[in-house]
């Protein structure tokens, strides 16, 4: 069962536009969400993460959207730059545990 | 700091072998997590350490799995026997608290011929 889905595989956006990746999730015990983004033969790296108590955080060209009544999240990144091209996972992680559980991610291409 | 540090980076082996990863969390890291990624799954919790004791193995897949983590520094996952199936890329991350941030290693990349 999964618990965190990200269900485009993939995202082909142009140079300049506005890119938005989304994340839903099941359980409602989560509280915690993060973005990590993974370039080719490399770990994961932290990107954003937003607190159920918020439902917009924002740093720099990037937004994460926390809708709690849909259990869904968004990525927005503007403007996309082809330097964003990577395979971006959302996680998500319930208040006294301490493990996060990562979506299947998806892989962003931004075109020049 | 180094950041985490996982080795080898690409292991090669035959089906029936046993294989050992290594992983060395960021120093004042209490906890240490490992993970597989395969493009079905994604990247799945195998299991989690706090302060060198394990709390969570419940997504190791099977018995041939196993993981221990002697001192503060240094972990190990091994695989005994190997299997095809088990190709995969696996990471180590370490972060100092729940609720923080994780910091992967670079992955080691496995292939079971």
């Known amino acids: 069962d999964q618990q965190v889905k990200q269900n485009s595989p993939s995202l082909s956006v142009q140079e300049g536009r506005i890119s938005i990746l989304n994340c839903d999730y099941t359980n409602s015990m989560f509280d915690y969400f993060l973005w990590y983004k993974k370039y080719p033969a490399e770990g994961p790296t932290f990107l954003i993460s937003?607190?159920?108590?918020?439902d917009k955080n924002e740093d720099g060209r990037f937004t994460v959207f926390l809708n709690k009544s849909a259990k869904h999240l968004s990525l927005h990144i503007v403007p996309s730059q082809p330097g964003d091209s990577a395979v971006y996972f959302c996680?998500?992680?319930?208040?006294?545990?301490?493990?996060?559980?990562f979506g299947t991610g998806t892989r962003l291409k931004v075109l020049a | 700091d180094a950041g985490v540090i996982q080795s080898p980076r690409h292991e090669v082996t035959e089906m029936g072998q046993e294989v050992t990863l290594r992983c060395k969390p960021i120093s004042g890291h209490d906890y240490l997590f490992w993970y597989r990624q395969t493009m079905m799954r994604g990247l799945e919790l195998l299991i989690y350490f706090n302060n060198n004791v394990p709390i969570d193995d419940s997504g190791m897949p099977e018995d041939r799995f196993s993981a221990k983590m002697p001192n503060a520094s240094f972990s190990t996952l091994k695989i005994q026997p190997s299997e095809p199936r088990d190709s995969a890329v696996y990471f180590c991350a370490s972060t100092p608290g729940p609720q923080y941030e994780q910091y992967f290693g670079p992955g080691t990349r496995l292939t079971v011929t």
């Open positions: 937003i607190s159920s108590i918020k």
């Open positions: 996680a998500a992680s319930a208040q006294g545990t301490y493990k996060y559980i």
